[in-house]
């Protein structure tokens, strides 16, 4: 799959140790001085570990190019707005987001260019009311479907792998409906599925409420509750969290790992159940490059505010299966591990 979906190269940085961060009322600010330019970067959950790598290689940005980096969690809309205030106050030039409600796009490019603050959205794509996405906002963002599909497919070779009756499988989906980029995700993965022969009445889209680990195991349970004649589960979502809700529903019912494969997306939190003694259901996961999303969407803005070089509209990123056979030789050659 690696060959059919090729990585970019990865972007080798040099980086140096942890910067000295000091803190402040409207979020953290890396290193301080004289009239370096600064940069905000707001993300929607400061507790998920794909977001937590994201600012790190913020961080190095800030450092190789030396400008200061805010970092501020925004999980909803008020805070959105009250952060890139904030960030006018403290004299920024530029913002990199990704928004706990995409539809809040217009207000944060009205509220940006009241402010005089170049606007950039990481990850999750800006629209209007129409659910469209707002294509004059540079964005980078994961090749989702393509992913998708690359996680359909881990699935289904795992399948034929253990010899399953696929008939006899059921897939749960956990899906936050309302995001374009998890959509495409789920929508990938389910066409990879159905297109090996998986029925498609036994994938099992669960709605995601509150998208962290507990509400996916909610989520999971539901349709556990069911479909409780299925001992055969396959697990997919828009990422890692998402499928160990999963994992941990099917383990609260005693479903054994033999009896589960989940694949997950972004290779964070699930690869803490690659280093259990014991296989989980927690099979696989597409390994993202977080440098390229906190590294280069830095790099791209600082150089829109030091030469007004505009960044491209749109960079879509690729991603690699790991499994626990090779997450640890893959994740160093991304310089992760
Ligand atoms: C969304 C997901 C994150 C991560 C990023 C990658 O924001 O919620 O977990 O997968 O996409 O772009």
Redesign the pocket.
Known sequence: MAARYPMNKFLIVLTAGAMALSGCGGGEVASSGGDKPKIGFLV?SAT?V??QQEWKFADDAAKDFGFDLIKIPTPDGEKVLSALDNLAAQGAQGVII?SPDVKLGPAIVAKCKAVNLKLMS???RLVNADDEPLTEVPHL??SAYEIGKMVGQAIVDEMKARNWNFAEVGAIAVN?EE?E??RQRIDGATEVLVANGFDPGHVFKSPWKT?DIPGALDAANITLTQHGDIKKWVAFS????GVLGVVRATEGRNISAANVIGVG??G?SGVDDFKKPQPTGFFGSIL?SPRK?GYDTCKTMYEWIKNGTEPPKETW?SGILITRKDYEEKMKEEGLL
């Open positions: 929607k998920e794909w977001f990704c990481v990850d999750d963002g994961i936050f995001l980029t998890a998208q828009s990422n890692d969290d997306i972004n964070t993202l999303h990123t």
